[in-house]
């Protein structure tokens, strides 16, 4: 089936309840950038991408706000918000992908406290359900708890419970100096316990990322503030410079491997290196999520090694058999997964 | 006010016929706005988790039952009953709510309307009205105990459970009768130059049983070079009295030491509930003999912090922890001059513990009446201090003492309690 | 017939379960006062198993309850609509693990905000949410509200700081919510997240894991006088504008500060000021040096009365204290306090504000106003009598207003008291019939009975309908007789 563009939010409603009304599936999607990470649609689906919303509808520099439709890319948003002096905690200018993908999809939660999960951005959304009923949650401001946050089930949610049409994101002014930084190469002990430092600084990095390649491992990021307190965080931790910031995600794994995506206490982490093979390669960040590539025997091992470590592990890419082989979910969560599928979508149509 | 006019005015009889309340009363408790920041601050509501023995449900309870919303006042005294009047929720509280004023008046009422029941509470209010009030009996009643212990008896009585266990474990052993005999009366004047007059509090418990306190106070304003009088004439202070709702009573002993007390321009005393009663003659007595006297009452640290020690205290290497009776804090806001005096002692080393200003689970009678509350809130003091790891713990109030020695003993701490007059006396002078 | 009464007392024992409906006038009510109505029992669980036992019994014979912390709302979040069980989490106040590596806490929700910031203050580390109650009210209260606190301006709300939670559903199954490391296990759903600032009404978290913040090495506070409002307003705009973050951006009005100074939170702020502006920076001694010259210009330039800067704890605490006693000292104007809490955008503050103000005399209500500027947190606190029922009705409407100005100006009705039942009414302020439908699928979703502190957050339709089922609900929890 071909790919559905609808154009403004009451365009998506109207499709959504058509195609609710021929009992047919759907998956929600952007640019497909991020495809590769959810099991394919079923057969005969429609897609109904919402690339063509590519609106950043309002921003707000003095209120520290914008609302920009699901559409806009990643790389758009980010320039609009360099010009205005402002910036989104979790957003990476080098992602191809939409703003809406981004919160749909897996976006990391914050390393530092002075960097805010994707979570605490998202201050509200216009959203449809697959009934084609429009809603709207949260608010436009910086701080609101009026009623429930059903804006925050976007995040994670893989298009599977509701569309967003409009995205309402809280901003920060820029900082006056980010720098990208890397330690010097060292074993993965040694980087761990940088790692731990760092966490605990006043001062801790925005992006905080542990990366073991070919048995080398750094400590790697992103530090932002004041120039002072950013240089001097450098040097107390023995860090320098790096030309440019490591990419917060591992490349697609070689033929034979797959993709290993999970979290883990960030004072485990050592434990979680024990259960990896020695080869092969870790991403950890600093908020506890990491990534690895294993063949899939060895992704086998680490899943039954999570509870011992304590955390989750979950494959994310290779064959479709295998995407979302992983630890399970507490039977309380699974419970409130599916009931709030089928208060949202209680037909199960979106894919 | 914008609409004063249209404001209805209290009118007891309009809310229920049963209320016994004042209309003051009811005025005071309507100063509570309910924001909850006087709960952390109270020792009940921390053991028991529950808004009915919080500060601001015991003043909600009053309100309801001014307003004739209540069936039962039972109810509303067995919580009013279960509250220390340890008054750290005035500190706490932010619009200025008198909650000790409002325990006190409606425990009257309640009192009046009703006398408790329970025999041990019957007891202790027959043992307060009439022995406790008068000095001779309760001198006599010390004796009999002294020879009561020695003959075995308290541990028969404990036995057969007259005696609750709570309480035996809290009440020293009585003292022999040279320790018991009452502190020379009349003028005593120092050794050097005077530097002033003052009056001398001894009260009533802490003679029989603390007397060495009381003559260790005495020594200590001497060495300080005060002329100090000892009135024969003075009596218990009341507090307890007017804690258990008898307030005529105690306002006949209050009436008593303004008099023996008249000629004094300062009243220094040892201990903190009494500082604290003596300093409400105004409110007690409701004239101005009262305020007069209760603007003359001084607790010893803060009179001596004030005028400076003028005698060096002898050389003690001890590391204490100084804990604040709740009359002496948030009863008489008197929080760093002990401290200041104690810093003076050459040798001594403080070590802090974990909030100093929580009650220890004494106030006065309380931990006869409540004695499962009361160890509870003891063992969490203990806790406190065991944890600082003090060789002496300094407070300013008998009934502290000796909740806090019993509950450090029970915890197995050695730390030994003692009043921080006996760490600044000066060497002895041969 | 064994009653509910007696099998929670049973379950609990005498000391933990009140039902003397004399003693249960004291859990009438919270901070907000408006609303009033006693449970029919209180019940004090000491841990998860326990509150699960309760919650099956009380499920089983489809019984309301009301999760209660230190009743410290100012919504009527822990007030009983209708017959109902109050849990009472007080009990359940014990630190259970900290853990410095991962700076992260698990404890319990009876645990006060502030006393665990104490507990762990010798590694260095703090709870960052600080609400003004911060001393009283309880973490499991805070995740319940998603409470804020005047440093949320750089540090978050209560949502931002948790990392998991342990929950139990109103029928006592067991659910875990967030992870170990963190709020979401991947390929999950952000389940701590929409249960976090749900009011009570999803469950009783049992065990929360938050994150700590670590101290930072130095914190400059600043406060500076204005002759009037509107200066005060736009100096908080133009420190934003600079590209500064404070920590906290604090006004107080004339009103609140004459209160303040004539109560024990005295902390000498110019009685003869408009408003005072509390800033206050933190991070680094060198880089708070430049931060406060560049925040000394803003306030000579919006021409400032008086400008004071403390460096030491004491005198910051200082500052600090008419601040964060503010609401209590209000209680000093008469013998209700009614706090408000709307948000605008914070370019429309000073239109707000003199909004407010109008609105205040309109309605002859006594009205202070202190808020958070940097978010656009509005606080308009009305003291008033509650017995005289035609000034509260006042009061009430006056509140109305303000919060449909805030909505006008494209706020939202609270920014963090939450809705309970005093806004319950304002909520169509905002969210139009189908926003309310799906935050009520979300609900259901939890509480498929709707038992979990009903009445609260969204306009209930079916209430009379629910009415009809009280005579014989009351009788199953009472026992026959004591219900007659």
Known sequence: MSELRPASASEV?????????AKTSVRIRGLGTRDRLCVPAPKGAAILSLRAMSAIERLEPDDLTCSVQPGVTCRQLADALTRAQLELDCLDADDLGTIGGLYASDPLPAASPHAASPRSTLLGIDGALMEGLEFRSGARVVKSVAGFDVHRLLVGSRGRLFAATLLHLKLRPAPKAKVAFESPPSDVVLATKLLHTLRIDASSPKRLMLLRENGVAMVCGVASGNPRQVASLLVRHGLREATAAKRPHLSAPDVGHELVVGCVR????????????????????????????????????LVAAMPRIGGHAVVALGANARIGVGTHLDVGAERLQRELRSALDPRALLA | MTTSSTRPAFDSKAGAESSPLSANTYEQTLGCVHCGLCLPACPTYKTTGSEA????????????????????????RHHLDRCLDCRACETACPSGVHYGAILESTRAALEAKQPAAGLRVRVAKLLLRHVVAHQARLRFSFALLRLAESLGLRRLARAIGLLPKAVDDIAPRVPGASARAPLPTGWHKPRGQSRGKVGLFTGCVMEPIFGHMNRATLRLLLANDFEVFVPSAQKCCGALLVHAGLPEDAQRLARANTTAFAECEVVVNNSAGCGCAMREYGELLGDEAGRTFAEKCRDISEFLADRGLSATPARC??????????????GQKVRQQPRDLLAKVPGLKFTQHARPEDCCGSAGIYNLLQPDLA???????????????????????????????????AAGSKARVVHPVELLLPEDRP | MKSVVDELEALLGPNRTIHSRDALLAWECDGFTIHREPPLAVVFPESTTEVQAVLRILSKNGVPFVPRGAGTCLSGGPTPVGPSVVVELAR?????????????????????????????????????????????????????????????????????????????LPDGQLAQLGTESGPRPPQGLDLLGVFCGSEGTFGICTEIRVRLSTDQPAVRTLLASFADMTSACRAVSDIVGRG???????????????????????????EDAAAVLLVEFDGEEETLDEEAGQTRQVFAHHDALRIEEATDPRERLRLWKGRKGAFGAMGRLSTDLYVLDGVVPRTKLVEALEGIYAIGKKHFVVLTNVFHAGDGNLHPNISYDGRNTEETARVVQAGHEILELCVKLGGSVSGEHGIGTEKINHMPLMYRPQDLDVMARVRRAFDKEGLCNPGKVLPNRSACAESQKWPAMIARVLGEDAAR
């Open chain 3, 244 to 270: 500064l973050v404070p920590a906290a951006l604090e006004i107080l009005d004339q009103a609140t500060i004459r209160a303040v100074e004539a109560s024990v939170y005295k902390a000498g702020y110019p």
């Open chain 3, 92 to 168: 359940m106040n014990r630190v259970l693990d900290v853990d410095a590596v991962d700076r992260s806490a698990l404890v319990q929700p009876g645990v006060v905000n502030l006393d665990l910031t104490t507990h762990v203050k010798h590694l260095s580390l703090h709870y960052a949410p600080d609400p003004s109650s911060q001393s009283v009210c309880t973490i499991g209260g805070n995740v319940a509200e998603n409470s804020g606190g005047p440093h949320c301006f750089k540090y978050g709300m209560t949502v931002d700081h948790l990392i998991g939670a342990t929950v139990v």
């Open chain 2, 375 to 409: 160890a509870d809130i003891g063992r969490r003091k203990a806790e406190s201090l065991c944890a600082a790891n003090p060789d002496l713990v300094a407070t300013g109030n008998p009934g502290c003492m000796m909740q806090i020695a019993a509950h450090l003993k």
């Open chain 2, 53 to 76: 023995d919080s500060p601001r449900g015991r003043i909600y309870l009053v309100r309801a039952l001014a307003e004739g919303r209540v069936q039962d006042s039972g109810i509303v």
């Open chain 1, 266 to 301: 960030p004072s485990r982490l050592l434990d979680l290196v024990a259960a990896l093979p020695a080869e092969a390669p870790l991403l950890a960040h600093g908020g506890g999520h990491f990534e690895t590539m294993l063949t899939p025997s060895r992704s086998d091992a």
């Open chain 2, 317 to 330: 290497e001890v590391k204490v922890a100084y804990d604040d009776p709740c009359h002496l804090c948030h």
């Open chain 1, 13 to 21: 409603a109207s499709m959504l309840r058509d195609l609710a009304s």
